[in-house]
């Protein structure tokens, strides 16, 4: 393997392991470079020292995620390892010129102008007549949408640049076209105005023109590293309320195989002990709950949230906790369990996530919601 692919290798790891810990060791080990080789190459090649390019690259994925998603700053900066809100506001300061809390209210309202210009496109381009096929054309759709939520899943777990590997002359001019940009580093907004602009200079039509709008949604969901089960739910909502139990029996429930990773689940959990006193913090507050408060407390909290806090969490408090979550839900936190890879255990990043749920059932206590 060539110094290039070596480094090459070193990056598509650091892509994966954003919300994780990065070290010079691993990357070193990784790369088969002594410490000291690796790091001298490694700014040769991208022009910063191994740290400043994992700082810029979260601070970038953070600027990402405070435009196009509803999460807390708080989460945000614990999902990309700061250590404390503080430092991820001096931080983003640095990189920007202004904190996220502005940044995400100036950013956002630039987007929703454009939002509000693309919805007038649509309209233009008679988007729901342009939009309407067959039911066998959308059921021919469904082996794109599966592709979506396959490419999600591997960026999940593999990081974008494995999206590379997805081209091919076989793929959909507009698949090809968007990986290309988003692997090219276009960002979000402008990569969204350029496929855009393909659709509307295209004379598509029934399949042709839902096929493009599910590669399009699905390739933006993904460049802002929504996961699958999200995914899944936006895409399908192109295919209308006729084709839902299409939808159903396509994603079908099998009853039995979920039972069976539930149980395996428990299982795996059921006597594991608290990792540390510091992430003992679901244990205090879920013992005072009864069923109806740890209920509504749980609709309040977000899926990856939880997985990351439960993490640290004795399996007692574990099953206490999915035992109230609905069936899908259960296997959405064991799927996020799976794309995080959660077999590490990342102390602080657990901490600010039992943190993060214990101040929102707090608040839940102080407004009478829960005892």
Known sequence: MSY??????????IEQHLS????LDNLAQLACFSKYHFHRMFKSTTGKTLMEYVRERRLIRAAHELIYSSKTISHIAF?????????????????YGIPPKEYRKKVTLRFTEQASKECIKMSDLN???????????????LQLLDLMISLSRKQHKQGLLSLESEVNEKSPFLLQKGILLMLSGTEPIVLREILNNYISSSNYSGKEFLSAILIKEGLLSIQMGEYP???????????????????????GVDNKNDELKIRSFIEAIKDKKVYSEATSLLEKEFSKLEKRSIQRS???LNVVELAVGMKGASGKTQIKIIEDLP??????VIEAGELLDL???????????????????????????IR
């Open 127 to 141: 988007f729901y007549s342009k939009i309407n096929c067959s039911f066998d054309e959308k059921k021919e759709c």
């Open 4 to 13: 290039g692919e070596n480094i090459r290798q070193s990056i598509d790891f």
């Open 298 to 300: 749980l609709r309040e």
């Open 327 to 332: 069936k899908n839900v259960i296997l959405i």
């Open 229 to 251: 089960w999200d995914i899944k739910e936006k895409l399908v909502a192109f295919l209308g309320v006729d084709f839902s139990n299409e939808i159903k029996q396509h994603f």
């Open 20 to 23: 994780g810990e990065i070290t």
């Open 79 to 95: 999902d990309l390892s700061f250590n404390s809100h503080d430092a991820f506001d001096k931080a983003f300061k640095r990189m």
């Open 343 to 369: 077999d590490e255990i990342n102390v602080p990043q657990i901490i600010d996530a039992q943190k993060g749920i214990v101040e929102k059932i707090r608040k839940l206590r102080v407004e009478g919601e």
